[in-house]
């Protein structure tokens, strides 16, 4: 007979609801949580105290919820365990060096990438993102990348169920056109992100395999418009060296 271990559904409930609000692009009101995380009113009232009590969670100003100092606190710890950012760092401060950008290492997290490693451009004009940002799917270099290096059903089931929203006027937002950026991606082996998650920045994105020949995580290197040169090659070729190296230092077949 197998045992139930006491105060395991309401532990899965806290996970949840941390992820669910992790995941979200913007952070979500209580009205939005209500409706999406399947849970009564008292039950996410509870939740949501007890979260906030243990500084997991904040709320803002404008009353929405956003993760807290005490969980990037172990965030950070924990990114600073991780073997692939070990494994990645010297390759990616040399694509930094090589293209004179800021490169970032991202790894799945629940429906987009998270940021678990940054590489700052020398430039005086840099990226304003920082290590633990999240970033949606379809509107990433990293995220596209990933993508389209799932096998096709993998990729479709991630999808599925997510909404297009526009994070800028660039934002792909037809699935037609997703998917044939996906596709022309996956010939490629790079993508290319025109403004499509921050207005003002180009990315080129490309995914790093593990030893089972899955994604394991993305690269991506961030340029400013005003700095983009207009060979291509001179981005992706470095970027798909780098990536392959990794991926080869993870054992992956390919």
Do not use: W
Request: glycine share 6%; net charge negative.
């Amino acid at each position: 007979m197998t045992k139930t271990v006491q105060g395991t559904q309401s532990f899965s409930r806290n996970i949840d609801l941390l992820q669910h609000i992790a995941d979200r692009p913007r952070p979500p009101v209580l009205r939005e949580l209500m409706e999406e995380c399947n849970l009564t009113r008292p039950t996410l009232y509870r939740l949501l105290a007890g979260l906030e009590a243990e500084d997991m969670i904040i709320q803002t100003t404008d009353r929405r919820y956003k993760l807290g100092p005490r969980l990037v606190m172990l965030a950070r710890r924990a990114l600073a365990q991780s073997d692939i950012r070990d494994i990645a760092r010297s390759l990616l401060e040399t694509l930094r060096d090589r293209t004179g950008e800021t490169v970032h290492l991202a790894v799945p997290s629940g429906a987009g990438l998270v940021y678990i490693d940054k590489i700052e451009s020398h430039e005086t004009v840099r990226m304003g993102s920082t290590i633990g940002t999240f970033v949606p799917l379809y509107s990433s270099g990293v995220g596209k990348a990933y993508l389209a290096a799932l096998p096709n059903e993998k990729c479709e089931a991630m999808l599925e169920g997510v909404t297009l929203d526009a994070i800028t006027p660039f934002t792909t937002t037809n699935p037609e056109t997703l998917k044939a950026q996906i596709e022309a991606c996956r010939s490629d082996g790079y993508i290319f992100d025109d403004q499509e998650n921050e207005v003002g920045i180009a990315c080129f994105g490309a995914a790093i395999f593990d030893d089972r020949g899955l994604p394991a995580a993305a690269v991506s290197v961030s340029v400013p418009l005003y700095r983009l040169r207009d060979d291509p090659d001179s981005y992706a070729k470095p970027l798909l060296e780098c990536v392959r190296a990794i991926s080869g230092n993870l054992g992956s077949p390919e």
